[in-house]
Nanobody, 124 residues
Framework: QVQLVESGGGLVQAGGSLRLSCAASMRSFRTSAMGWFRQAPGKEREFVAAISGNGASTDYADSVKGRFAVSRDNAKNTVSLQMNNLKPEDTAVYYC?????????????????WGQGTQVTVSS
């Protein structure tokens, strides 16, 4: 059974920063790629960032490269998303995602399990 719980969302002004966290309850966390997605009102859910199980490989959407950073702590079963220089277009519900047992060496963009999401709102 996989449980993902996101936290850290909120309201921030453009140019500000937020740090999202995802606490994962699952077997094989250390060998599993983890990802972040977001969904804005009226839009489809889109990929934001991902990290491999060993933390050595990361992947980012072009829209967030250079502003967002994904990291993980395998000792605590957590994955984080540091978001800097936020823009109004980053406003969305952000979701943590997992694919248990796959993606140890390489980040991936397809996942099987999702959290409930946390709202991020960036005001102009």
């Amino acid at each position: 059974q996989v449980q993902l719980v996101e936290s850290g969302g909120g309201l921030v002004q453009a140019g500000g920063s937020l740090r999202l966290s995802c606490a994962a309850s699952m077997r094989s966390f250390r060998t599993s790629a983890m990802g972040w997605f977001r969904q804005a009102p009226g839009k489809e859910r889109e990929f934001v960032a991902a990290i491999s199980g060993n933390g050595a490989s990361t992947d980012y959407a072009d829209s967030v490269k250079g502003r967002f950073a994904v990291s993980r702590d395998n000792a605590k079963n957590t994955v984080s998303l540091q978001m800097n220089n936020l823009k109004p277009e980053d406003t969305a519900v952000y979701y943590c995602a997992a694919s248990p047992g796959s993606g140890y060496y390489y980040a991936r963009r397809t996942f099987d399990y999702w959290g409930q999401g946390t709202q991020v709102t960036v005001s102009s």
